[in-house]
């Protein structure tokens, strides 16, 4: 018994560190060396097999979203489990798990009001890569594991699930936010990773007619993958004008809005019929300012609603269930393919959003 527990001890010294992508001030990441992370009660550690960079990511790195140097970055992942802390049932070392980029705590206020993205507070809900160490990691400690570990099927792969964690979740939000009916139409205000699955969701929920904005070539063909049924580009049409033609005056049931820019704002509400709601997932800076002729000088019955990446492990098992039904397929979207070695090289081609990319997997 004594020889077993000096060998484990010794075995799990000898593993204690992973590689890490580490935040260590603006424009400064670097993938380090660090301890692996142990789970406390009503935690669990997974093994990273995959995951990927967001947007949100690119803005911390560039200064644009504090987080404190030192910080883990990522918040995308999909794993094994590698260690059960005191406090769990129902799962066991080595299950196959997606974990959403929200984790909620399922206890507190908000939570329990079902705004579990909020939990503990607003955006208290996203925490890996914000709040505490994140998925750029070869492990990652979940917290209220309980409530937040999705089992995936074994007929699935890493890639068919890995999107749903953040962008498929966040973008189909912005169609369900919107309550979009059977034959609305929907247009979607730019066509990144988001705004591609916004597309997606409007497609899921029934839309009749869904308009994609986008200029850049790739994600218009995504798109139309996506589900929209017309493309427009604003570097080469008055988009505002050019909606209100195909609907005939009437303006568009839903507007999703998947950029965080004031005019994209603006042309989601000048595009919008009386009662229409605008839904909003962008990540605005600097002020947000209504106009007031399309906002019917605040007579209209228009409906502005936004919302933050659902998560919680009832939300990943539903997002599975559209992918082993086959309602929905995200591989498309990961152009590019990296090793976790060279994810420093990843965040710059995703950064700078070279070569079409849409989304980057990176492999511990
Ligand atoms: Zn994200
Ligand atoms: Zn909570």
Redesign the pocket.
Same mark, same amino acid.
């Given at each position: 018994m004594q020889a077993t527990e000096t060998e484990k001890q010794v075995t799990q010294e000898k593993s204690a560190s992973m590689k890490a992508l580490v935040f260590r001030g603006k424009n400064q990441i670097s993938l380090e060396e660090v301890p692996i992370p142990r789970p406390g009660f009503g935690e669990v550690v997974i093994r990273v097999t995959l995951t990927s960079i $967001?947007? =949100? #990511?690119i803005h911390i790195v560039r200064g644009e979203y504090p987080v404190r140097p030192g910080l883990i970055l990522g918040?995308?992942p999909v794993g094994v489990i590698h260690e059960v802390g005191p406090g769990i049932t129902g799962y066991k070392v080595g299950d196959r798990v997606l974990v959403g980029?929200i984790t909620p705590c399922g206890q507190c206020n908000f939570c329990l009001s079902g705004n579990w993205s909020q939990c503990g507070g607003s955006i208290g809900g996203w925490k890996f890569g914000n709040t505490i160490h994140g998925a750029h990691a070869e492990y990652l400690l979940v917290p209220y594991a309980q409530a937040n570990l999705a089992k995936v099927p074994d007929d699935l792969t890493f890639e068919q699930v890995v999107l749903l964690a #953040?962008?498929a979740s =966040?973008g189909f939000s912005a169609a369900e936010s919107a309550d979009v009916e059977l034959g609305d139409t929907v247009a979607v205000f730019a066509q990144g990773p988001i705004g591609l699955c916004a597309t997606a969701g409007a497609k899921l929920k029934g839309a009749g007619l869904i308009i994609g904005i986008d200029s850049d070539p790739v994600r218009q063909r995504f798109s139309l993958r996506m589900g929209a049924d017309i493309i427009l580009s604003h570097e080469r049409t008055d988009v505002v004008e050019e909606i209100k033609r195909i609907t005939r005056g009437r303006g568009v049931d839903v507007a999703i809005e998947a950029l965080g820019t004031q005019t994209t704002f603006e042309n989601a509400l000048k595009v919008l019929r009386p009662g229409g709601t605008l839904s909003s997932l962008g990540v605005y800076s600097g002020k947000l300012s209504v106009p007031l002729e399309p906002f019917a000088a605040g007579l209209g019955d228009h409906k502005i609603v936004t919302t933050l $990446?659902p998560g919680g492990k009832e939300r990943m098992r539903r997002l599975i269930e559209l992918v082993q039904r086959g309602r929905v397929d995200l591989r498309p979207l990961l152009t590019h393919h990296f090793s976790l070695e060279n994810i420093v090289e990843a965040y710059e081609l995703f950064g700078e959003r070279r070569d079409g990319v849409i989304k980057v997997a990176i492999t511990p």
């Open positions: $967001c947007g =949100t #990511d918040h995308e980029a #953040d962008i =966040t $990446c």
